[in-house]
């Protein structure tokens, strides 16, 4: 009689078991606080707690199938949700807000740069982001900077054969002359405004000579350079 409730025991937990996975598809998930079912049924969310299949057992005391939680755990990965910001957008956020800032007299480095172009012609034209950029990185006086090119090669109206040829911007002398004369060549445009505005800085700027009056005597060994600078630089502001 025992053996025949044995065997009549399993046979009810067997039939259990079919009815449970008929009902319910192939497999009862089941999360703490929250119901997941098979895919047939309802559709899994992501979670970082321990899912554990549902299986039914058979309670021999009692004779009531029981529902036993086989501890498997799905270890799910951590999910940031402000994932960390690219290379490329720092690089876009930081552009954006020196364009914003105001840089040199009440100005945005685009205003600023705006108002150089104004003054610059023929070989420098647009040139005006150059020298706007490398003043207030070195903190030089771009007003300044930009009169003494203009002075020194005329590209107020046509710039000179040492600019065009030799992109010679401040009148810089040097090695390597340009046509085998006594004054600098350089590669580039670039290049010529980068040596200018150094070599402005380094020898001068740096030094505590920060205006034309007071570059005057070791720039140039004209009298009215200074003059003719602190015209140029009146034309800038006012352009």
Not at 23 to 48: C, H, P, W
Request: charged share 20%; proline share 3%; hydrophobic share 40%.
């Amino acid at each position: 009689m025992k053996k025949y409730k044995s065997v009549k025991a399993v046979l009810v937990a067997i039939t259990i078991l079919c009815l449970v996975g008929t009902m319910f598809g192939e497999t009862i998930l089941a999360l703490r606080g929250k119901e997941y079912v098979s895919e047939n049924q309802t559709v899994l969310m992501d979670s970082k707690e321990n899912i554990a299949p549902l299986v039914a057992v058979y309670d021999e005391k009692t004779g009531i199938p029981q529902v036993a939680d086989v501890k498997t755990t799905y270890e799910l990965p951590e999910t940031n949700v402000a994932e960390a910001k690219s290379q490329e957008d720092i690089e876009r956020e930081e552009a954006e807000a020196l364009k914003a800032k105001i840089v040199y007299d009440n100005m945005t480095l685009d205003e600023l740069s705006a108002k150089l172009n104004r003054s610059l012609n023929s070989t420098l034209s647009g040139q005006g982001s150059a020298f706007a950029s490398m003043a207030i990185e070195l903190g030089i006086d771009p007003y300044l900077a930009v009169a003494i090119v203009m002075h020194e090669t005329g590209c107020k109206w046509e710039c000179s054969t040492l600019l065009k040829q030799c992109n010679n911007v401040g009148g810089m002398k040097g090695s390597g002359g340009c046509n085998g004369g006594s004054y600098a060549s350089f590669p580039s445009l670039e290049e010529g405004i980068r040596a200018y505005m150094n070599n402005l800085y380094k020898n001068y700027v740096s030094q505590g000579l920060t205006t034309a009056d007071a570059i005057g005597p070791k720039y140039a060994a004209s009298g009215t350079w200074a003059t003719q600078v602190n015209a140029y630089i009146n034309e800038i502001k006012a352009a």
